[in-house]
């Protein structure tokens, strides 16, 4: 089904200094995972499991960006994206997570920044997109204090080889997913199942995160961020039940990752309780101020009191929750939905960004969406392109009301491994044939490269 298409020139205009981007990640697109000494990543280890990824597949090869990286920054160039969102794969840089440094894998981070600088695109990496080394994991990982203070030594590596050259630094992506997904339901590397045991490893995440920010200012580093992970939940209806469990749910998602970084502090005491460490010295490292703070945003999750209309173990958007939770998905209907199921609404950009800034008013830095997409088969994207334009015109409503937006990177270049889901799933404006890896730009990309040749001309 393809939509009807919606001219470029329709959107509102963005400011003129406006970072228009694309993001990806090392473990989705690079491949060549035992190549040049990199070490394994606990997505190596993960997906050579059976029956962890639903189509059998693993990010061997993934979209070769490794070797194809010129190619793909001669799309962004022709796109005319602003700045290209990548991230370093920490076991490439220190193939163990600690000890030897691999110069080969820095190098090519190098030669990336060189080759995106010269096609005059700001490159913004991303340290720690979820591929944490497999040697690290087997010494307790994220679960332990150790992991962040090696991060930290990983992030003044990267700062600096990079540093002289990069601009923009984001530290993490989505801490509450690999909490969640990663440690607390296993479906997800490393495939714990540890369910609220899980929240050392979103302490320790958020630990590293002010850790790598202090490497990064001794490097000089003006532009730090945070990818983290939000979206509005919506609470079933307003029962006590369903917005106690929705309130938790919020909690989870959006408070326990937003308000270390932002307000140092978590948003519960009961919860900050069960955290090792000394958590209140912790959360000083953890609140440095930042300079940019990054919003991931696919979906709203509407969320109710387990248990009710048989709404216990439902499929949340390809991700099993077990009944034993206190919260429970439940159906949002009468919207779109992408092909991976996730229902399409525009408006919850809005109506979270208002959110995030009556939350935390001026202790919110300036906002950049570090990702929204979406996943459609086909090479006539139409509904790519609804999504987008529709997402756009949110994004520039709250802009509208007063929120302080810098910029949006579409997720993703090109279709690659999306995680537990493999191949199946198709988030680019690139097409991938994943036998001979020939890259196809789709009918989104002619339209996102309309849409920024519009906004640079007026
Ligand atoms: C986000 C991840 C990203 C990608 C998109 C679809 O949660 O950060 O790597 O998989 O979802």
Same mark, same amino acid.
């Given at each position: 089904m393809?939509?009807?298409?919606?001219s470029? #020139?329709?959107?509102?205009?963005?400011?003129?200094?406006?970072?228009?981007?694309?993001?990806t990640?090392?473990?989705?697109?690079e491949?060549a995972?035992a190549e040049?000494?990199r070490g394994?990543s606990? =997505?190596?280890?993960?997906?050579?499991?059976?029956?962890?990824i639903?189509?059998?597949?693993d990010?061997?090869?993934?979209?070769?960006?490794y070797?194809?990286?010129?190619?793909d920054?001669g799309l962004?160039?022709?796109?005319?994206?602003?700045?290209?969102?990548?991230?370093?794969?920490w076991p490439?840089?220190?193939p163990?997570?600690?000890?030897?440094?691999?110069?080969a894998?820095?190098?090519f981070?190098d030669?990336? /920044?060189d080759?995106?600088?010269a096609?005059?695109i700001?490159?913004?990496?991303t340290?720690?997109h979820?591929d944490?080394p497999q040697?690290?994991?087997?010494?307790?990982g994220w #679960?332990?204090?150790?992991?962040?203070?090696?991060?930290?030594?990983?992030?003044?590596v990267?700062?600096?080889r990079?540093?002289?050259?990069v601009?923009?630094w984001?530290?993490?992506?989505?801490p509450?997913e690999?909490t969640?997904l990663g440690?607390?339901l296993g479906?997800?590397a490393?495939?714990?199942?540890?369910?609220f045991?899980a929240l050392?490893?979103a302490h320790h995440?958020l #630990?590293g995160h002010?850790?790598a920010v202090?490497?990064?200012?001794a490097h000089g580093a003006?532009?730090?961020?945070i990818?983290?992970?939000?979206g509005? !939940?919506?609470?079933?209806?307003?029962?006590e039940?369903d917005t106690?469990?929705?309130d938790?749910?919020?909690l989870l998602l959006?408070r326990?990752?937003?308000?270390p970084?932002?307000?140092?502090?978590y948003?519960?005491?009961?919860?900050?309780?069960l955290?090792?460490?000394?958590v209140?010295?912790?959360?000083?490292?953890i609140?440095?101020? #930042?300079?940019?703070?990054?919003?991931?945003?696919?979906?709203? !999750?509407?969320?109710?009191?387990?248990g009710a209309d048989?709404a216990?173990a439902a499929?949340?958007?390809?991700?099993?929750?077990?009944?034993?939770l206190?919260f429970?998905p439940?159906?949002i209907?009468?919207y779109?939905?992408t092909?991976f199921?996730?229902?399409v609404?525009p408006q919850?950009?809005?109506e979270?960004l208002?959110?995030?800034r009556?939350r935390y008013?001026d202790?919110?830095?300036?906002v950049v969406?570090t990702e929204n997409?979406?996943?459609?088969?086909g090479?006539?994207?139409?509904?790519r392109?609804?999504?987008?334009?529709g997402h756009?015109?949110?994004?520039h409503?709250a802009m509208?009301?007063g929120?302080?937006?810098r910029?949006?990177?579409v =997720?993703?270049?090109?279709?690659?491994?999306?995680?537990a889901?493999?191949?199946a799933r198709?988030f680019g404006l /690139?097409h991938v044939d994943?036998?001979t890896?020939?890259r196809t730009?789709?009918?989104?990309?002619?339209?996102?490269?309309?849409?920024?040749?519009?906004q640079?001309?007026?």
């Open positions: 393809t939509t009807a298409p919606v470029p #020139l329709s959107l509102p205009r963005f400011p003129r200094d406006f970072l228009w981007g694309v993001s990640s090392a473990a989705q697109t491949g995972v040049d000494g394994r606990v =997505w190596d280890v993960f997906a050579a499991e059976a029956g962890r639903k189509d059998g597949s990010a061997r090869v993934a979209t070769d960006h070797h194809r990286y010129r190619e920054v962004l160039k022709e796109l005319g994206a602003g700045a290209y969102r990548f991230s370093v794969a490439r840089v220190v163990d997570g600690d000890g030897p440094v691999n110069a894998g820095l190098d981070y030669r990336l /920044v080759a995106l600088l096609a005059g700001a490159p913004v990496p340290l720690f979820w944490t040697a690290l994991e087997e010494r307790g #679960l332990v204090r150790e992991t962040a203070e090696r991060f930290a030594a990983y992030a003044d990267v700062a600096e990079l540093g002289d050259r601009e923009h984001i530290t993490l992506n989505e509450a690999v969640l440690y607390g479906q997800h490393p495939g714990r199942q540890l369910l045991e050392p490893a995440q #630990l002010g850790l202090q490497a990064l200012r003006t532009n730090i961020g990818a983290n992970s939000h509005p !939940t919506w609470r079933a209806s307003a029962s039940a106690e469990a929705a938790l749910y919020d959006n326990l990752f937003a308000e970084v932002l307000l140092g502090r948003p519960d005491e009961e919860l900050a309780a955290l090792p460490g000394p209140a010295e912790d959360l000083k490292v609140s440095q101020p #930042l300079d940019r703070y990054g919003i991931n945003y696919y979906q709203p !999750t509407r969320v109710g009191a387990p048989g216990g499929d949340f958007g390809g991700i099993r929750l077990p009944p034993e206190p429970a439940r159906e209907e009468g779109p939905r092909d199921g996730w229902p609404v919850a950009l809005t979270l208002v959110t995030f009556e008013g202790r919110l830095p300036p969406i997409g979406c996943s459609y088969e090479i006539e994207d139409g509904e392109i609804a999504f987008l334009d756009l015109r949110a994004l409503a509208e009301s929120v302080d937006v910029g949006y990177f =997720w993703s270049l090109t279709d690659n491994f999306e995680w889901e493999g191949y198709r /690139v994943y036998a890896l020939a730009p789709k009918a989104s990309y002619h339209w996102l490269r309309d849409v920024l040749r519009e640079a001309r007026r």
